[in-house]
């Protein structure tokens, strides 16, 4: 079965500096998808990114980007120039070929003025 | 825009008492359908989910059920509640753009 580890509950990082957060998964298949979400206070999930696994390129969405490491099955999401408004919940999500999503459990960023 | 209808936002039901919760699903056809619970401060648990009409994948072994009577309606129910079966309920579709998007939840307490 596939699972979604993030290693990291919670993390803090200084306003306007980068923070990368982990997250780890186990697969046997070799098609997939991979996802970051943000959940705020208003517990709303905002898609952040998302990874194609056939796809070798990192995915970036300004000020986010990801470390793909298929081999590795890593999936880490760097923020870069840190924001107030960054401070959420964050889920990295995986999506089989059956088109079942899991999630793990999540990393609290905190930001600091 | 997609968008999806989730209903009630809070709810308070006694122990043994049933549950039906809702959702529909706007502006995309034949969604991917989730339910997924929260746990205060925890993450997503998936529940259910659907790649059709009458399609149901269960991923929990509980007192609770899905279904799924239309393409865009996907529902949630329990014939008993227990007190393990407090949270946050999220609905989610996956539409044709292959993005997840969710629904605004529903806050269950179950006393």
């Known amino acids: 079965a596939q699972t979604v580890t993030q290693s990291q509950p919670e993390m803090s990082v200084q306003e306007a500096e980068t923070v990368t957060l982990s997250c780890t998964y186990d697969t046997s298949e070799s098609d997939y998808y991979l996802f970051w979400y943000k959940q705020p206070p208003s517990r709303q999930m905002i898609l952040v990114i998302r990874?194609?696994?056939?796809?070798?390129q990192n995915a970036t969405e300004n000020r986010f980007s990801v470390n793909f490491q298929k081999a590795a099955k890593s999936f880490s999401l760097k923020i870069s120039d840190s924001q107030l408004g960054d401070a959420a919940m964050y889920f990295c999500?995986?999506?089989?070929?059956?088109?079942?999503?899991?999630f793990g459990k999540g990393t609290r960023l905190h930001i600091l003025p | 825009s997609q968008t999806i209808h989730q209903w009630p936002a809070t709810l308070v039901q006694p122990v043994g008492s049933p549950l039906s919760l809702e959702c529909t699903v706007e502006g995309t056809s034949n969604p991917n359908l989730y339910w997924y619970r929260q746990a205060a401060g925890r993450g997503l648990q998936l529940l259910f989910y659907?790649?059709?009409?009458?399609?149901i994948s269960s991923e929990v072994p509980q007192n609770l059920s899905a279904s799924r009577p239309q393409d865009r309606q996907f529902i949630l129910s329990s014939k008993k509640l227990l007190l393990s079966d407090s949270g946050f309920y999220l609905c989610?579709?996956?539409?044709?753009?292959?993005?997840?998007?969710f629904g605004s939840g529903t806050q269950l307490s179950v006393l």
């Open positions: 999500a995986y999506r089989n070929r059956d088109d079942k999503i899991i």
């Open positions: 659907s790649v059709g009409i009458g399609q």
């Open positions: 990874q194609e696994a056939y796809k070798q």
């Open positions: 989610a579709a996956q539409g044709n753009n292959e993005k997840l998007f």
